[in-house]
């Protein structure tokens, strides 16, 4: 049974950082890539930011240069540092990991957390 649980939304102004946290438990297959999405109101989900099983990081390009992407592989444990926030940043983000699962790729989603930048 995989779980995914983020953490470190909150309300911040312009300009300022969080760090989100997403632990992940009952991983038994193969790790694809493990990363952030976000849906803004109105928006359809967009990737922020993902971690290939080699290591190889992908940013959109929205959020290059100040969002930093990372992973504990062995506490299972995948992070977003944010900083010089903005309010298009405003967002339900949530934690992604993709699992090959035999010869398909399956997704899975944490529950989301709210980030909101507002001065």
């Known amino acids: 049974q995989v779980q995914l649980v983020e953490s470190g939304g909150g309300l911040v102004q312009p300009g300022g950082s969080l760090r989100l946290s997403c632990v992940a438990s009952?991983?038994?297959?193969?790790?694809?890539?493990m990363g952030w999405y976000r849906q803004a109101p109105g928006k359809q989900r967009e990737l922020v930011a993902e971690?290939?099983?080699?290591?190889?990081?992908n940013y959109a390009d929205s959020v290059k240069g100040r969002f930093t992407n990372s992973r504990d592989n062995a506490k299972n444990t995948v992070f977003l540092q944010m900083n010089s926030l903005k309010p298009d940043d405003t967002a339900v983000y949530f934690c992604?990991?993709?699992?090959?699962?035999?010869?398909?790729?399956?997704?899975?989603w944490g529950q989301g957390t709210q980030v909101t930048v507002s001065a």
């Open positions: 992604n990991v993709k699992l090959q699962i035999i010869a398909t790729e399956m997704p899975y």
């Open positions: 009952g991983i038994i297959f193969s790790v694809n890539s």
């Open positions: 971690i290939s099983r080699g290591g190889l990081t």
